[in-house]
């Protein structure tokens, strides 16, 4: 399995963005796909997952500053897994990864078996 993660770029506080996660390779329908992040000095971090097969989400719920500002999505046609962020702050300034896993979702980064190389997000404030 291969992840391809891109829409990353330079934007102001207070916008908005779509990160895309392009999946090929040995794909199945029962594979769960995860967006995390790592700020610059800092632990990777959850942000979301979805389920392949039904759409089931997850979020980070242990910060408030998170909350209701990501949305992830996936275009099972295409292949490919988004992540909207609305209302950008810089403390969102990070590379973020998309990753699959063959199980349910999951918050644990450790549990997941591919990895895509990343894409830079910078907020400026």
């Known amino acids: 399995v291969q992840l391809q993660a891109s829409g990353g770029g330079l934007v102001q506080a207070g916008g908005s963005l779509s990160l895309s996660c392009a999946v090929s390779g040995r794909t199945h329908s029962s594979y769960s796909m995860g967006w995390f992040r790592q700020a610059p000095g800092k632990e990777r971090e959850f942000v979301a997952a979805?389920?392949?097969?039904?759409?089931?989400?997850?979020?980070?719920q242990d910060q408030d500053s998170m909350k209701g500002r990501f949305t992830i999505s996936r275009d099972v046609a295409e292949n490919t897994v988004y992540l909207q962020i609305n209302s950008l702050e810089p403390e969102d300034t990070a590379v973020y990864y998309c990753?699959?896993?063959?199980?349910?979702?999951?918050?644990?980064?450790?549990?997941?078996?591919?990895w895509g190389q990343g894409t830079l997000v910078t907020v400026s404030s």
């Open positions: 979805t389920t392949w097969w039904s759409g089931d989400s997850i979020y980070n």
């Open positions: 990753a699959a896993r063959l199980a349910g979702t999951s918050r644990h980064l450790d549990s997941y078996d591919y």
